[in-house]
């Protein structure tokens, strides 16, 4: 597969796994997985066809790692992202001392009243990387990093989830938590 193949392909299986089984003909269980056998077959059928090898290479170099195979190879989820109802099962974790989000300036007075919240999503995301955070922020304007006080949120009884693909997820991050640069 080209890049560019690889890249249309990819972002087709985000929209089947996380947001329209039905795109491709399937239907995930209540943790997120489907059948990799019907994947591949609804796919095809969706006029999308892809390779039992297309599919490991796309999920192999997913920098992001957004999705994973199940241990016996036979079934497929995203990592995270669903806008479809699923239970994606991970467990509570303690989390490291910092961690990161990165935002855009625009959001800065709204954050600071509000603190961190899910918005569209199932939780807040934070990472352990400051480089990743930052070009997450870009995404939605001039990206600014904002460092949680995560350890502490923990010893207070605040719940941190941690995905396979490393990305710490949580309900809500109050603004006492939140250092500003
Ligand atoms: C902001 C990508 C105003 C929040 C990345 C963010 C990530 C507030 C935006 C993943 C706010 C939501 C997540 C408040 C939060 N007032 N704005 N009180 N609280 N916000 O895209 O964190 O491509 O839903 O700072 O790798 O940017 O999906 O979240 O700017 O892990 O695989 O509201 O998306 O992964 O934006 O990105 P998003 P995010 P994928």
Known sequence: ??????????KFLSLVLRHEPGAAHVTL???????VETLLAGCAHAGRPLSRADLEHIVGTNAKKRFEFSVDGLRIRASQGHSVEVALEYAAQAPPELL???????FLDSI???GLL???RHHVHLSAETRVT??????????VLLTILASQMHNEG????????????IEHVPSFFIHFP
Do not use: C, I
């Not at 269980?29 to 059948?35: E, F, K, L, Q």
């Not at 990161?100 to 625009?106: E, I, V």
């Not at 930052?134 to 990206?143: D, S």
């Open 1 to 10: 597969m080209t890049p560019a193949q690889t890249t249309r392909a990819s």
């Open 29 to 35: 269980d209540s943790a997120g997985w489907t059948a």
């Open 100 to 106: 990161f989000h990165g935002t855009a300036t625009r």
């Open 112 to 114: 600071r009243v509000k």
């Open 118 to 120: 899910k918005m569209q």
């Open 134 to 143: 930052l070009e997450v922020g870009a995404r939605h304007g001039k990206p």
């Open 158 to 169: 605040h719940v941190f989830y941690r995905s396979t693909n490393g990305v710490w997820r």
